[in-house]
């Protein structure tokens, strides 16, 4: 038999069964079960269950396919003796196609930017041996000034005679937003996980 019961131990709400199992060699375990189950016909009923999850605990990282008509085991097994190892994973990026979108244009009036210097007076009061005195304090500085520019027209009357002049703001365009080239569709199938070997893991047995 490859299920041996060593001894049980009851609980609150079920039992906890310590036992042997051997496959690949005896390894001790324990395990809770309904607690009017018999054990030996409880185990015995999930003895491949369990040994799927021993491999499963010396494999811990497997990755293992369900095989057609195999059962868990069989495929674990399967999976063990063609190498242990994961297959590789790869993913297909698609990067759809992108029309050509033309360059949206504005317009707004041309402005010159200059700079102008102009003095500024600030007055302030200063001690001058133990007198206080209020001076005032010129200084020269520099402002940018932004200037519209204007179109000067002649103006004239419904009689056709020159009244005077007429400015037009000087207008220009300008890019809102760049063109965009058209791409065309693009596929790369890149590797999630490259194919790897998971190594075994030695059992540790669990005692009572």
């Known amino acids: 038999m490859a299920i041996t019961i060593n001894s049980t131990r009851e609980n609150d709400n079920d039992q906890t069964v310590f036992f042997s199992i051997d496959y690949e060699g005896a390894k001790s375990w324990h395990g809770d079960i309904p607690k009017d189950a018999d054990p030996q016909e409880f185990l015995d009923a999930k003895e491949d269950t369990l040994k799927v999850e021993i491999l499963r605990k010396q494999y811990p990282s497997a990755d293992v396919s369900q095989l057609e008509d195999k059962t868990a085991l ?4 399967a999976w063990i003796a063609n190498g242990a190892k994961n297959a590789e994973i790869t993913e297909t990026i698609t990067t759809p196609a992108q029309p050509a979108v033309d360059a949206v244009m504005g317009e707004r009036q041309v402005v010159v930017s200059s700079e102008e210097e102009s003095e500024v007076s600030t007055t ?13 304090v010129t200084e020269t500085v520099t402002k940018t000034v932004s200037t519209p520019q204007v179109v000067t027209h002649k103006l004239y009357n419904d009689a056709g005679e020159e009244i005077g ?10 890019e809102i937003t760049p ?9 790369e199938t890149v590797i999630v996980r490259p194919e790897s070997v998971v190594e075994k893991v030695a059992w540790k047995d669990t005692a009572e």
């Not at 069989?74 to 097994?77: H, I, L, V």
């Not at 002049?165 to 300008?174: A, F």
């Open 74 to 77: 069989e495929s674990f097994e």
């Open 124 to 136: 302030e009061i200063v001690e001058v041996d133990g007198k206080f005195v209020e001076k005032t």
């Open 165 to 174: 002049e007429h400015e037009v703001p000087l207008m220009e365009s300008y």
């Open 179 to 187: 063109a965009v080239e058209s791409v065309e569709e693009k596929s």
